[in-house]
Nanobody, 123 residues
């Protein structure tokens, strides 16, 4: 099994920044991708960003130019740097992992999930 633990959420004013972290432990794979999704109250969980082979990244249009996904040299921790935050970014943010090498926005491609961390952006 794979365990994912998110941290770094909190309350921030609009225009501010936060950095989320996700630590991966447990079973290892020769290749995998990791992603961030978010779920606002009363809405479906949606894709935010992914990172895969060759550190190639993928972003939702709503966060392009504001959010950056990266991971450390071991590949065991993935980050989401969030700048220029807006009230509409308010959501629970979830880290996800897949044995697919290429990052994807498809939620069904990710069998492993963290418990989520709350991000609240005040206007």
């Amino acid at each position: 099994q794979v365990q994912l633990v998110e941290s770094g959420g909190g309350l921030v004013q609009a225009g501010g920044s936060l950095r989320l972290s996700c630590s991966r432990s447990g079973r290892t794979f020769s290749s995998y991708s990791m992603a961030w999704f978010r779920q606002a109250p009363g809405k479906e969980r949606v894709f935010v960003a992914a990172i895969g082979w060759g550190e190639l990244t993928l972003y939702a249009d709503s966060v392009k130019g504001r959010f950056t996904i990266s991971r450390d040299n071991t590949g065991n921790t993935v980050y989401l740097q969030m700048n220029s935050l807006k009230p509409e970014d308010t959501a629970v943010y979830y880290c996800a992992a897949s044995t697919r090498g290429a990052g994807t926005s498809l939620i069904s491609a990710y069998p492993y999930w963290g418990q989520g961390t709350q991000v609240t952006v005040s206007s």
